[in-house]
């Protein structure tokens, strides 16, 4: 089931039903040094951080930055029942805008690919090496991948918003 979203409720219910009872890994994507295409890795780092503290058993982040193949092993011994990629997109929305869809959904032509294997080939990697029941990529509208330019204001507010919903649902069913 795909969703676009500008308002948080539609997001967040989506990631309640997602994430409720299941154990869960979030991948952060992308390359820290083109401008919002950082958003996954900003997503992630601010994750860690909100959710110090936290009984980890259920739940694993990732900063994957521009080599989620790298952690393929990682991911797969968490054997999660979930896994949420977070990845700067063009979709022509609204900068800051997000948008939650199936793996299996994904149109080659939707992420900005900085890394060098595509998130839909991960995904039917781990979907044939874990007992995973689901994979999920959350995408966040760029408004700038400049090399060296910082991240935008509006993907930075959703990046921030994002992890604050995420690490709150984490906390509450992980």
Sequence with gaps: MDSKESEGV???N????ILHGNKVAIIGVGNPLRGDDAAGPYVASLIEQYAKGSVRDNFL?????SAPENFLG????????VIIFI???ETG???GSVIISSIDS?????TISTH??????IGEYLAASTKVKGIYMIGIQVKNVGMGAPISSPVKKSCEKLSATLAKLLKEFC
């Design 116 to 121: 060098k294997v595509s998130l839909k080939a």
């Design 61 to 65: 982040v990732v900063n994957a930055e």
């Design 74 to 81: 990682t991911i797969v011994n968490f054997n999660p029942d």
């Design 106 to 110: 994904l149109e080659d032509t939707v």
């Design 93 to 95: 929305l609204k900068p």
């Design 10 to 12: 539609n997001l967040e």
């Design 87 to 89: 990845d700067a997109v």
């Design 14 to 17: 989506k990631l309640r039903e």
